[in-house]
């Protein structure tokens, strides 16, 4: 990126992530929502287009694209479907960049390599039901016998569980030293004792998978240990930090694809003789909800763009992600009033993209937690 420009390449990889939104996701997008259940078919076909490795080292098997990248890609997919920009988001902020980050050369060519290339999805277990935003409640436990360790508790609200393979499971070695006793574990859905319940219905993002998951007495070895015992706090935040630039991301594009929603409809539509897109009303609706849709995405980018610079970019991931998420709510409530009644109809996906948008408020550190980053950051 040069400025406030995206440079060639990336324009081409944004125009390519568009190309496959519309194509395949946009035909399928409400189905998948109305099932509540989404498509292998779809996950396929992601994974032949290498959407599962954008910002890791080719080294590994990845595309070798910069954290802007994957951000261009998080918002031409949640344009058109959150559930499938939430999919992508877990797999690749949470559950691979854990591995990427913390995990050995070993660990990276077993574990990280296939998920990389998309045979293998992964997911992020750290949520439980006593557990959210205090992560240091964690009661998951793993306790060391010999050159394994046994591994019990549940997680919920995890994403991707429903069909993931790997997951990275958070769980106390050491009770008595609270959050600073939490290790990070990488644990395959094959190990006996993994037990993966049905999907929680859920308000929003609707297709995506997301289950509460069992572990009882699941031997996991030694070699599977991420990081060092005690770590798992600091893998799961810096985790998160990184994945609250995607969702900032995915609430651009809800937004955006809102707009654009309704950008066809106002034209179309008419009432008192004449298209509601000639109301004033209606044009400085949808000035005031663009101009603040892009300020948004630049505040992604700027995240993004610290990212990929090795710099203090958790302040900023707090900050896109608390602005763009209040953002997409109000967009997309605008734009449900610009639909009038057909708006809370089903009939048109903006009432869907609507309900999507809650979640990005909560999920990855609600908007409460971001301002706890941001004013800690400020040393006030």
Known sequence: MEGF??????????????????????????????????SMELVKKMQKCHFFGIPYSKEYGGAGADVLTYTLAMEELSKVDASTGITLSV???????????FGTEEQKQTYLRPLIDGSKIGCFALTEPNAGTDASG????????GDHYILNGTSIFTTNSGFADTFIVFALTDKSKGPKGMSAFIVDRTMPGVSVG?????????????????????????????????????????????GRIGIGAQSVGIAQGAINEAMKYVKERKQFGKPISKFQNTQFKLAEMQTKVDAARLM???????????????????????????????????????????????????????RDAKITEIYEGTSEAMKMVISGSMKI
């Open 91 to 101: 797999h690749t902020s949470l559950c691979c960049s854990c591995i990427n980050e």
């Open 300 to 354: 992604v980018w700027r995240a993004a763009q610290a990212k990929d610079a090795h710099e203090n970019y958790a302040p900023l991931a707090a900050m896109c992600k608390l602005f763009a998420s209040d953002v997409v709510n109000e967009v997309t409530r605008g734009c449900v009033q610009l639909f009038g009644g057909y708006g809370y109809s089903r009939e048109y996906p903006v009432e869907r993209m609507m």
């Open 5 to 38: 420009k995206l440079t060639k390449t990336q324009e081409l990889q944004r125009e390519l992530f568009h190309t496959f939104a519309e194509n395949e996701i946009r035909p399928i997008a409400r189905d998948m929502d109305e099932a509540e259940e989404y």
């Open 138 to 145: 964690v009661q998951k436990e793993a306790k060391k016998e």
């Open 198 to 242: 049905t999907n929680i219905p859920r308000m929003g993002i609707r297709a995506a998978s997301n289950c509460e998951v069992a572990y009882e007495d699941v031997v996991v070895p030694a070699d599977r240990l991420l990081g060092q015992e005690g770590k798992g706090y600091k893998i799961a935040m810096q985790a998160l930090a990184g």
